[in-house]
């Protein structure tokens, strides 16, 4: 079936630094796009999203990027803080489908003083 | 305050019981969604609601079984018929359109000797 991958599952930075956090999806369908943060013990809380028919969205110190020729999907984080250390799982919607998100295995982000 | 709360956090039970889990939201939801999350892995779907009366099993039904009589409330309950019940579960709830994001629980860790 299709699935959310991730090409890391680990990824640590140095405080201060941009991180970026990878995800390949392999539905071609897939419409919509999440970005969730899991800290230890806790639910998953929204970042971003991205529709299809963009390339980027910007938020607060974060940023998504869509390359749908690629089927890629990467979150940049500016400016890495020690509160960003998490599990960091992207999800995609695909048309026409009545389930909502499909979810990747994750990357857990350390943040390095 | 709007959001969504499960209880307990923590939950333990002996093999052959069955268990149910509390998810009540008070965000005006129509859909409800239950997730499994086992260590270094992502979300699997085990059940979904999108109007009350009314549900579907995810990807990983066997053993659990839901009801949704309330808009708010999505219990659900794993039976002793589930063959490895230890894990995190999660209860997610979403506005069916136009927006797709999920917003989560906090959790509950169940433990299962």
């Known amino acids: 079936g299709e699935s959310v991958g991730l090409h890391l599952p680990t990824l640590s930075v140095q405080e201060g630094d941009n991180s970026i956090i990878n995800c390949a999806y392999s539905?071609?369908?897939?419409?919509?796009f999440i970005w969730y943060k899991q800290e230890s013990g806790k639910g998953p809380q929204f970042i971003i999203d991205i529709r299809s028919n963009m390339d980027k969205r910007q938020g607060q110190r974060v940023t998504v990027l869509l390359n749908k020729t690629v089927k890629h999907l990467s979150l940049q984080i500016a400016a890495t803080q020690p509160g960003d250390s998490a599990v960091y799982f992207c999800a995609e919607k695909t048309e026409g489908s009545a389930r909502q998100l499909t979810f990747g295995s994750g990357t857990q982000l350390t943040v390095l003083p | 305050d709007g959001g969504i709360t499960q209880s307990p956090k923590y939950l333990f039970r002996k093999e052959g019981q069955n268990v149910t889990l509390s998810c009540e939201q008070n965000?005006?939801?129509?859909?409800m969604y239950w997730y499994r999350q086992d260590p270094g892995q992502g979300l699997r779907l085990i059940y979904y609601?999108?109007?009350?009366?009314?549900?579907q099993k995810g990807d990983i039904a066997e053993g659990y079984s839901v009801s949704r009589e309330k808009k708010e409330s999505f219990p659900l309950t794993v039976t002793s018929a589930q063959k490895n019940p230890t894990a995190f579960y999660l209860c997610?709830?979403?506005?069916?359109?136009?927006?797709?994001?999920?917003?989560f629980g906090p959790g509950t860790r169940l433990t299962v000797t």
């Open positions: 997610a709830s979403s506005i069916r359109v136009p927006s797709y994001e999920q917003y």
């Open positions: 965000l005006n939801h129509d859909a």
């Open positions: 539905n071609s369908a897939s419409d919509y």
């Open positions: 609601s999108q109007i009350v009366n009314d549900f």
